[in-house]
């Protein structure tokens, strides 16, 4: 049997590291772990509870109740996809909303939200055999995993993916509003103090600005390979 590995991928907001993951997860028969829905769920929880006013999150109660927060990711067959789940229930539509979408920053900052949140993540990935995808998978959560790729695209190209996206949803936004929420997110996540986005030494770069998933797949196919028999 060939070895499993970690596949970490990080980058920046609507670059399609979720769907490139997929497909990676899907052809080697891997576990895909959505990082950043952790951090939407969390998110979910404290807008639900009244813990952000006016964008600010109150790091005090948050930070008293991270006990009560489980998430869990739950196979869906008929998807043939894991959803992500909150306090057993199934939250995977609603943590897509622009509104967790713009407290999620906010949220993500807080250090003790992340130290539970990579806790789990390395949890989850003890048995090898998973594509994680995030912002600080390769320099954080996994340092040691045997592929780290970082993922980058123009501005424009990731706002005109999401705005797609949502409108595919049907849910009706201003291009402007996916915009300006795309380079707010790049902002807060780079310059962060803990754990901010940024390309791990050893990551190979993808820029998919002009690439379509298959040719992605084309290109990682070898990398993929060659991790593998190293490892
Ligand atoms: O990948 P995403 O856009 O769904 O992630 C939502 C937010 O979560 C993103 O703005 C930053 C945060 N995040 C993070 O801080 N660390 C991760 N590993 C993944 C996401």
């Known amino acids: 049997m060939k070895k499993k590995i970690i596949i970490a991928i990080d980058g920046y907001s609507s670059c399609g590291k979720s769907t490139f993951a997929k497909a990676i997860a899907r052809e080697l028969n891997y576990i895909y772990i959505d990082s950043g829905a ?111 790729i970082f993922m980058t695209a123009s501005v424009d190209i990731r706002a005109k993916r999401r705005y797609d996206e949502l409108l595919g949803k049907g849910i009706k936004v201003d291009f402007r509003d996916v915009r300006e929420n795309i380079v707010s997110r790049d902002i807060t996540d780079e310059n962060r103090d803990i754990s901010p986005l940024r390309r791990a030494d050893d990551a190979v770069v993808l820029d998919n600005s002009r690439m379509t998933v298959e040719e992605q797949m084309v290109w990682v196919r070898s990398i993929i390979e060659r991790k593998i028999n190293e490892s």
Do not use: W
Not at 65 to 88: A, Q, V
Not at 103 to 114: D, G, L, N, Q, T
Not at 124 to 136: P, S
């Open 38 to 148: 952790m951090y939407r769920a969390v998110t979910l929880y404290c807008i639900r509870n009244g813990f952000i006013e006016a964008g600010i999150p109150d790091r005090t109660a948050i930070i008293s109740k991270l006990d009560d927060i489980n998430i869990e990711f739950i196979f869906n067959p008929d998807i043939g996809e894991f959803e992500t789940y909150l306090n057993s229930e199934n939250v995977e539509k609603e943590i897509r909303s622009i509104e967790v979408s713009s407290h999620v920053s906010a949220v993500s900052k807080i250090a003790e939200v992340r130290t539970r949140m990579v806790a789990l993540q390395r949890q989850i990935g003890v048995l090898k055999g998973i594509v994680m995808d995030g912002r600080d998978i390769g320099t954080v959560v996994f340092p040691d995993a045997e592929l780290k």
